[in-house]
């Protein structure tokens, strides 16, 4: 349930606000945010149950535009899924993200 918000705020956000103002570089910025943001709260895909699964990967799929200005760790290993398939990625992403969380304990 809080990817399913997640998703419907980063999405409402990135739509309303990805060209909000009438400067390119504060809209550039913005959209990165977004889409930064997005991809970490894509990364938690792949640790749900597989019925909560199914339904939030549609939900990622729909909304894939958002990523386009993703720039962190987790949006450039999601984005790899033009290529390797968008399952496989989320699922390298959660392996790096579960790995980043053990080295920081």
């Not at 349930?1 to 997640?6: F, Q, R, V």
């Not at 709260?41 to 939900?59: F, G, H, T």
């Not at 290529?83 to 496989?88: L, V």
């Amino acid at each position: 349930a809080s990817y399913i918000c997640s998703n419907y705020v980063y999405n409402r956000w990135y739509d309303k606000f990805a060209n909000a103002f009438n400067n390119a570089e504060i809209n550039t910025m913005l959209r990165r945010r977004m889409a930064d943001g997005y991809a970490n709260s894509s990364v938690s895909i792949m640790s749900m149950d597989e019925s909560e699964r199914e339904q939030a990967y549609k939900l990622f799929i729909d909304n894939i535009h958002v990523l386009h200005d993703a720039c962190n760790r987790y949006g450039k290993l999601i984005k790899l899924g033009k290529i390797t398939g968008y399952r496989f990625s989320l699922k390298l992403a959660n392996c790096v993200y579960k790995v980043m969380r053990f080295l920081k304990q």
